[in-house]
């Protein structure tokens, strides 16, 4: 047999399995076993806590997956690789991120979240169910001290077409018409100890200061076509913060971190942040950054403080050079009257923040110095033409005068003349007298009295520069 | 098997029936690594990579066998490749010189076992059109003994590519 009339017949048989041989239904398994391997998962199930599995028609809900990793047992949520999938005829969807929206009309429906091999099904009833009002303010146990967010999950009360009630936690639909009002218990006033806002579908309390609050939640009855507002619901604000300090922002270990840093130039910022340290039921301390409900203040103008847009830190900007400012902090009621727009916002007053009477408030400050701007590097002309440290010029042409501009470039990238600054220091190290001589009454200003190398040394604000100038005819 | 079989004929048939000159048989061996390659992760179990071929002039025809010698983990996957079972064509167009680039097309049957916990342990087999390049360079010494590379993609799926990886010797008899 030949080989060579053998090989069209190898090469045709290749070229018909090209197109026909594969295997894609059998990648299915090794593939999500890589999936749920790459993550060391090996087991899911949905977060017990959070999830609805009663939601309201029109309304809309973020679910989430939880993993168990095999290794540390950590549990941790799942964000990428989940196949979320709906039972066959719902007509509520489900997007590739978990976002659930329901449908116009009640029905019952499997929700199935699959990770790699693994799948977690769950039953969910989308109830026609029309909200009335709200009926708790938390649904689960509420505690909460001084300076401290904590999310809630307010409880409304649904009425269905045949008058059935429901109670369960209000969906997005209606948490973000909630108004939510804050008095305080002994005066009826309205309370500067608590904020409620809501955001992405998710209520948040916020405390500034301890004490007794009645908070009441005002929403549109879609039931009634009113607006309704609840019962009260009273609440303590507990006190049970022991210190709180300053700390750099970027500090992760809080237990221990302190203002390492107290000393920023002119026009740039510093960010810090407050730490409380609380004393949790089982008696250790719970250290955290509670800087986005602390009261902040600044004693003068020479700085310019500002919450950062997550509230999570202070940013000073320092404005006069070879100043300070006394920075403070204080959680809990404090001499200086603060407006509402300060609660929601955050306390960020512009004069120092003094703790009421010492009793539930707790202050701590910090003495920030502001310096002039570093300067990088100096920039030097000799008769127009650029220096380099070190490197000598040659000036030739018979010169009668060497004139130097000097200019300094400062951290920020601005740079700024300073010939004639008297900080600046002139000193000829090599060629004084034989060579040039300094020009009496003129910063820079050298007279040429022969030909040669003349060296001379400047130094401004711990920056150095060595002119080195070769006179020639 | 009926495919390989039929190739591992064909190869028997022509080593036996040729009187070509430029002929010979080749026997190779080598370690290969196998990279089961996932867009979620990867896992690069060793395999023993045993080859016996048939040339005349420009062509190879070689039948490989390659058998488990390390498994691989990814986390607690475990990845194993028992057996492997290939019939390749290696086209070289340069054959008379020393080091010689082969370009390589043929089929491959792969066998994957897979272990992970709380999940049965499962073997997925694999067949498929396979294709690669090689390279090989003989002794100067010992003009019969040749090194060589070989870079395969055994099967190429939808969401799932295996390759194969080789350094060894092949030698001319």
């Known amino acids: ?473 | 098997m009926k495919l390989f079989l039929y190739f591992s004929n064909l190869l028997l048939l022509t080593i036996f029936s040729s009187t070509i000159a430029n002929a010979g048989v080749f026997f190779a061996i080598a370690p290969a690594m196998i990279t089961v390659d996932t867009d979620n992760g990867s896992t690069r179990p060793l395999v023993a990579d045993i080859r016996l071929a048939y040339e005349i002039e420009k062509h190879q025809i070689e039948l490989a066998v390659m058998s488990s010698v390390k498994e691989d983990k990814l986390n607690q996957l475990t990845v194993d490749i028992p057996s492997i079972t290939s019939v390749f064509y290696r086209y070289s167009p340069y054959f008379k010189d020393r080091l010689k680039i082969h370009v390589i097309l043929g089929v491959s049957q792969i066998d994957v076992d897979s272990i992970y916990p709380n999940t049965a342990d499962s073997t997925d087999s694999f067949e498929g059109v396979s294709f690669g390049v090689g390279v090989e360079e003989a002794f100067i010494s010992i003009p019969e003994l040749k090194l060589k590379l070989d870079w395969i993609q055994l099967y190429r799926g939808d969401q799932l590519n295996i390759n194969a990886l080789s350094l060894g010797l092949r030698y001319e008899f």
Not at chain 1, 80 to 102: M, P
Not at chain 1, 261 to 266: A, M
């Open chain 1, 1 to 473: 047999m030949s080989f060579k009339k053998v090989l069209p017949i190898i090469l045709a048989a290749l070229f018909v399995l090209l197109t026909a041989c594969s295997d894609k239904e059998n990648e299915v398994n090794l593939v999500n076993l890589h999936v749920a391997a790459q993550q060391d998962i090996v087991s899911i199930n949905f977060p017990v806590d959070t999830i609805e599995t009663v939601l309201s028609i029109n309304s809309e809900f973020d679910f989430s997956l939880q993993g168990l990793k095999s290794q540390t047992q950590d549990v941790v949520t799942l964000s990428k690789n989940v196949q979320w999938s709906l039972s066959e005829n719902a007509s509520s969807t489900i997007d590739k991120n978990g976002h659930f929206i329901a449908s116009a009309n009640a029905e019952i429906i499997t929700l199935s979240a699959r990770f790699g091999h693994l799948v977690e099904s769950i039953e969910i009833r989308v109830s026609s169910a029309v909200f009335d009002r709200v009926v708790e303010f938390s649904n689960e146990a509420f505690s909460i001290d001084m300076c401290q967010s904590q999310n809630i999950k307010p409880v409304g009360r649904y009425v269905d077409e045949d008058g059935n009630e429901e109670i369960r936690p209000v969906d997005s639909t209606i948490i973000n018409t909630i108004e939510w009002l804050v008095r305080n218990q002994e005066d009826n006033v309205e309370s500067q100890r608590a904020h409620i806002e809501t955001s992405g579908n998710q209520a948040t309390v916020r405390t500034l200061s301890a004490g007794n609050i009645v908070i009441q939640a005002k929403a549109l009855s879609i039931l009634t076509g009113n607006v309704e507002t609840s019962i009260d619901f009273e609440q303590a604000i507990g006190s049970d913060l022991n210190s709180i300090k300053l700390c750099d922002s970027s500090d992760i270990d809080l237990l221990n971190c302190n203002l390492d840093t107290t000393e920023i130039e002119k026009d740039k910022t510093l960010s810090l942040i407050s730490v409380g340290t609380y004393q949790a039921i089982d008696g250790s301390s719970l250290n955290t950054n509670i800087s986005n409900n602390s009261k902040w203040g600044i004693e003068n103008t020479n700085a310019t403080i500002a919450l950062s847009g997550d509230r999570q830190q202070l940013n000073i900007t320092g404005d006069s050079e070879n100043t300070s400012a006394i920075i403070s902090v204080a959680c809990g009621d404090i001499v200086e009257s603060i407006v509402d727009n300060d609660i929601t916002k955050g306390v960020v007053l512009k004069s120092s923040v003094t703790c009421d009477n010492n009793i539930d408030c707790l202050e701590a400050s910090q003495q920030i110095k502001i310096s002039p701007l570093a300067v990088t590097s100096l920039k030097v002309t000799a008769n127009g033409n650029d220096l380099t440290d070190g490197q000598s010029l040659t000036l030739s042409g018979n010169p009668a005068e060497v004139t130097l501009i000097v200019t300094a470039v400062f951290s920020n990238n601005s740079s700024q003349v300073i010939t004639e600054d008297s900080n600046l220091a002139y000193s000829i190290t090599l060629g004084n007298n034989t060579v040039i001589v300094e020009k009496a009454g003129l910063d820079g200003v050298y007279t040429v009295n022969s030909f040669g190398t003349a060296e001379i040394k400047l130094d401004f604000s711990g920056e150095s520069f060595l002119a080195v100038i070769v006179t020639a005819p």
